[in-house]
């Protein structure tokens, strides 16, 4: 590791010490709420308990999913249920949840997902240096999008867990065990596009042949849980769902749309229209930026991998803060890059690291002001920064894996 990062990781892992304190006194005091049924958790176990109460043909009825959350105090207080909206074949893994009463429950699911997030930085710092570790460790507990995962009951770390997985094995190129995870992964399919776009272009076919087997299951099992009727409610309801109180309005997210209708304020038609041509510019963009033989390509999968979650993450419809907790895959996959890297570190490095000791100021300085003054969408200029690091840093592999005569010819 290069001596000047000495104190970059000094004051990461203050910071983020610091952060992890802030979070967990958050959570803390956020303690009988969550008992009381506030987060996003309820709709999972409310929805769980449909299902195997009554079946799931009215799974994706909201009069009936209302009256699986009434009983509960947030309920009370908010007179309006929060909708499931996720695949059924998710609550095949929250039915065993539902033989708990609600909070210990709750419990059980917030401690699955810690089990997680440790798993997760098993696998993406399997590479670290001993001295790193400490430093590492204190990112992933301090992080406050996964304070906030925890806080609403959300499933984003699975996400995240499962995309770690996945680049894990397509490293080893082990592609059908990765297929058969990203499968899992369609919990969240506008998440995972952009990955998956990724390796259409570079032609895993392994892959995506485990990948289509694992989907078309899932897709099985979901029409044999709800039905052909319930399918179709499922899809009335994901068409509708902007046009009701029960969706999270956009100022609450950081992806393009966001910042284009909110930040802007650009008009709705024009507002759609650039979305959708700064959507498609990114996914070429992604593509044009992982190109390249693959013996070279593979040594940089994980910096390609990392682009296309930033590149998800901007690009998805909903994108919400928990959400960005799969901004540990590129964090991660660059910072090691260059406290392992040879070479001393640049300006892009420089601003790098000092972007991202910003995400782990405590979040009474970071991101509850975003979210109190309604300006998350701003937070799309530093992930955009993120994706220009990594696409720099990925130039930077490319020109030193190239020969040297190559480079005098301007290929490089």
């Known amino acids: 590791m290069q001596p000047n990062f000495k104190y970059f990781r000094l004051v990461m892992t203050a910071l ?88 210990q429950a709750l419990a059980a699911w917030l401690t699955t997902n810690v ?153 709705p038609p024009a507002a759609k229209l650039g979305t959708g041509l700064l959507t498609v510019g990114f996914l070429a963009f992604l593509l044009y930026k992982s190109r390249g033989n693959a013996d070279a390509e593979a040594e940089v999968l994980d910096l390609q991998i990392g682009l296309a979650v930033v590149v998800g993450l901007v690009t998805s419809y909903h994108a919400h803060l928990h959400d960005l907790s799969l901004l540990l895959v590129p964090i991660t996959a660059l910072t090691r890059r260059i406290l392992l890297g040879e070479r001393p570190p640049g300006p892009s490095d420089r601003w790098f690291l000092f972007l991202t000791l910003c995400f782990w100021v405590p979040f009474p300085g970071s991101f509850l002001p975003l979210i109190d003054r309604g300006q998350l969408p701003w937070l799309f200029l530093p992930l955009i920064s993120f994706a220009a690091f990594i696409t720099h840093r990925l130039d930077h592999e490319r020109c030193r894996s190239t020969p040297r005569r190559q480079r005098k010819l301007g290929s490089c």
Request: proline share 5%; hydrophobic share 55%; aromatic share 14%.
């Open 16 to 103: 983020a010490l610091l952060s992890l304190l802030f979070n967990a006194a958050f959570l803390w005091s956020s303690r009988d709420a969550l008992r009381q049924g506030y987060g996003d958790f309820l709709a999972f176990y409310a929805a769980a308990r449909l299902l195997k109460a009554h079946g799931g043909g009215d799974l994706y009825n909201l009069k009936t999913q209302e009256a699986f959350q009434k009983p509960f105090e947030a309920y009370k207080q908010r007179g309006w249920p929060l909708p499931y909206i996720h695949p059924p074949f998710e609550l095949l893994w929250l039915l065993p949840f539902t033989a708990l009463a609600y909070p």
């Open 115 to 267: 089990i997680l997030v440790v798993a997760t930085f098993a696998l993406l710092t399997r590479e670290v240096d001993v001295s790193s570790r400490l430093m590492f460790a204190s990112m992933f507990a301090g992080f406050f999008p996964v304070t906030f995962t925890l806080f609403n009951g959300q499933d984003s770390i699975i996400l995240l867990f499962l995309i770690a997985a996945a680049c894990a094995q397509l490293e080893k190129n082990k592609d059908n065990i990765a297929g058969i995870l990203l499968g899992f992964a369609l919990i969240k399919p506008q998440l995972i596009f952009a990955i998956l776009l990724l390796l259409l272009y570079k032609r895993r076919w392994r892959f995506y042949r485990a990948f289509a087997a694992t989907a078309i299951v899932l897709a099985v099992v979901s029409i044999a849980l709800v039905g052909p009727e319930g399918v179709r409610r499922y899809i009335d309801l994901l068409i509708t769902l902007d046009a009701t109180q029960y969706t999270i309005a956009a100022a609450r997210m950081s992806n393009i749309r966001a910042f284009v209708e909110f930040a802007l304020s650009v008009p």
